[in-house]
């Protein structure tokens, strides 16, 4: 009788090879029952197919567990070729020598100290070329300047935070981020400038009031005007500072140096062509200047975007994004403001004392402020080359106190050098500025305390960027406001009794309190720079920030 059979689907666990289940193994019991040694091909038995599928098994858990093993090596070979690596480099920055680093740091300086002189070098343009014309408008400048320029200082902290977040997204090649962060940036900056230009236009006169008092009611028109004029370029100048910022935080700093240059030239060919030629005084000073500060935006919104950034994409940013921001650079805000709420005092008082004193007042002022933004660079470099010596992985306390010997030895050379160039200009050249004997005769009687307070001033700098890399931002914004506040007190007490020389001896007091306060801090055991132990907490915090 014929029959025939169906064929039989096979049981799951035939379907399963030894790589999907480990466990499988063969045997007579394991096998249907109409699987037999005679169905089985010539030659092989069952213990023999028992025995290859069992040695298949264990190959292939040899080959993983090899596999696995030689992954381990690779990773380990990989990690003691990057500590070798390390370590050659601490060995390298180990060998270093003063004079390698003063080397160092002078070529990182250089390029960084066109974009500081180029803001001061503005307003020193204008001193210089209304001083010619008329005392009154001389003096008008030196409120006029609190306002447009020192108030300015207040938004530092746009520029801080654009810096560090683009350098942290750029480090984590997040181009996305990179420009997320500065949409939200250049929103916030073009909304404060927004703000301050209605400040300026509503409330310039009356600030300008303020300052001068009833005494020099005179210059109050000339000075509300300048005001007025200079601040219709809020918007721009804060925009273009997130776009300097950016380009900066991405390691350029030729496209902004290229773009100041360009504005500090047409500031030059505005200043002589509205002032001088066409008889506009302060009024087309004011007008040369904003012009230029304008186009300086637009030409580092140009530089941004060629490097594929839209530096004119506009987000809102969230409560938290806004809280990261002003958190960040909460405790530099408070140092620059420490620091505008003194000279803005100073230049308060100057302005009680008369017409000429005020005009010579002003020449000074500028020609300080021109001279103490060659130490700023001193202070950048601190920043970008502590925090690796601080807390990095080539940590190294030593190497980070030879640094600052070497930033405090040029900071010391270079506010001699300054001192002694910045006071012999005012003093065997004051024609420069203003052709009036009475106030090249006040400019004349502060230059003992205009050299002393000039010549501290670099080091100062380096000092106080140290403790920035340090991330000891609490002592440095307490510190500063300290200085504010007794500073405050004895300009009051010796303007009063001593007129601008007071005023004067008073700066340098304050600069010389600052420079020997942070020098202690740095010095202390408790220092960043010779504390031991590290709060690894606290680290990562900063980090994070």
């Not at 250049?186 to 600030?207: A, D, K």
Request: with cysteine.
């Amino acid at each position: 009788m014929a029959f025939k059979l169906k064929p039989l689907p096979l049981p799951s666990y035939l379907h399963s090879s030894p790589r999907q289940n480990p466990n499988f193994t063969l045997s007579n019991r394991s096998l249907p029952r109409f699987f037999s040694a005679h169905s089985l091909p010539l030659g092989l038995s069952l213990s023999t197919t028992a025995s290859a599928c069992t040695f298949h098994r264990n190959a292939l858990v040899t080959a993983r567990a090899f596999r696995s093993d030689e992954i381990t090596s690779e990773g380990q070979e990989e990690e003691k070729e990057e500590q070798v690596s390390r370590q050659s480099e601490k060995k390298e920055l180990a060998n270093q020598g003063i004079l390698d680093q003063i080397k160092k740091i002078v070529m990182f300086t250089g390029p960084a100290t066109g974009l500081w002189i180029c803001a001061p070098l503005m307003s020193l343009i204008d001193t210089a070329i209304i001083g010619q014309r008329s005392s009154v408008e001389l003096a008008a400048l030196g409120p006029a300047t609190v306002v447009c320029d020192y108030l300015s200082y207040v938004f530092m902290f746009l520029s801080i935070a654009t810096s560090n977040m683009v350098a942290t997204a750029l480090a984590k090649q997040d181009k996305q981020e990179v420009q997320h962060h500065i949409s939200i940036l250049v929103s916030v900056g073009l909304s404060c400038g927004v703000i301050m230009l209605l400040f300026t236009r509503l409330f310039g006169s009356s600030i300008i009031t303020a300052f001068t008092g009833s005494k020099n009611a005179h210059i109050v028109p000339a000075a509300s005007s300048y005001v007025k004029i200079r601040g219709l370029a809020w918007p721009a100048l804060l925009v273009g500072w997130v776009s300097q910022s950016a380009s900066l935080g991405m390691k350029d700093s030729l496209g902004p140096l290229k773009s100041l240059a360009a504005a500090t030239v047409l500031n030059v060919i505005g200043c002589v062509v509205l002032c001088n030629w066409l008889g506009y005084g302060i009024v087309g000073a004011a007008w040369a200047t904003m012009i230029s500060q304008v186009v300086a935006a637009y030409m580092m919104i140009k530089t941004l975007n060629k490097k594929g950034y839209n530096a004119l994409a506009f987000s809102i940013p969230s409560g938290k994004e806004l809280l990261m921001i002003f958190g960040l650079a909460a405790p530099v805000f408070m140092t620059m403001m420490s620091k505008v709420a003194f000279y803005s005092l100073l230049i308060y008082f100057a302005t009680s004392l008369g017409t000429h004193t005020m005009a010579a007042h002003q020449v000074m002022v500028q020609t300080y402020s021109m001279c103490t933004v060659w130490g700023e660079p001193l202070s950048q470099t601190a920043q970008s080359f502590m925090p690796e010596l601080i807390y990095g992985a080539n940590r190294s306390l030593s190497k980070a106190q030879l640094l600052l010997r070497s930033l405090l030895t040029i900071g010391i050379i270079l506010g001699l050098l300054l001192g002694i160039v910045g006071t012999s200009v005012p003093w065997l050249f004051p024609y420069i500025f203003t052709p009036d004997r009475m106030v090249i005769q006040e400019m004349h009687k502060v230059l003992i305390p205009y050299f002393i307070a000039l010549s501290i001033t670099p080091p100062t700098h380096s000092l106080e960027g140290t403790l920035l890399a340090g991330r000891d931002l609490r002592f440095i914004s307490l510190s500063m406001t300290g200085c504010f506040c007794v500073g405050s007190i004895v300009l009051w007490a010796m303007s009063s009794r001593f007129g601008l020389l007071g005023c004067w001896f008073s700066l340098a007091i304050f600069q010389w309190a600052r420079f020997s306060i942070a020098l202690q801090r740095l010095l202390s055991p408790k220092g960043v720079l010779y504390s031991g132990n590290t709060d690894q907490h606290e680290l990562r915090k900063l980090r994070t920030t």
